[in-house]
């Protein structure tokens, strides 16, 4: 090989090599990546983290208290046992999306013995857009915050962020306790997860 293709040819060796991650002994073994991996094992094995933006083990969590300002029935009608809170609009299209789905997983848990009251807690600005909304919706059996300003402070009693959005949804334990708060709309892959919430698993 001519001298001068040797000199190119080591030159572009030691570019390469120089590119290529550093296996250093002497370096930390812990670092970011592993930090991680670990993180995601917790979230796998912790049904709360994976699905939660917050959330409490049982027996911690502050107590729940509904907000008082509503128009329509009381959002839930049993003192007993786990309850759902969903926070919607009927302007907020993801709310809508998953109503059915809401409804859907209430049967299904019950007849699984993990019985649960969801209960619908509407945001929309009137009461005739809500009354709209059932008209066409019998199935959703929803109250109102009758002052839309009361959101921000239902939204910080869940110990959420002022900008948080719609659907919220919040799982009270049969203690009373918040255990679970979730931003952002559900999806049939997550009904494994809130069965593991709600079955202690």
Known sequence: MPTKNVRNFCALSVVALSMLPGCDESAPVEGPARARVESVGARRSDPAERFCDRSSPEGEGAPFVAPRAIEGEP???RSAGWRWLNVW???????????????????RLGAEGLPVEIGYLSVDASAEAVTSFRAGHPEVPSTRLTDP????GLVASLGLDPGATLPIH????????????RTGAVAERDYGTVREILGGR
């Open 89 to 107: 609009a009927s302007w907020c299209a993801p709310c809508v999306e998953e109503l059915p789905l809401l409804g859907a997983w209430e049967g």
């Open 170 to 181: 919040a799982l009270v334990d049969p203690s009373g306790r918040l255990r679970c708060v």
């Open 75 to 77: 959002i839930f009608t």
């Open 149 to 152: 300003a009361g959101l921000a």
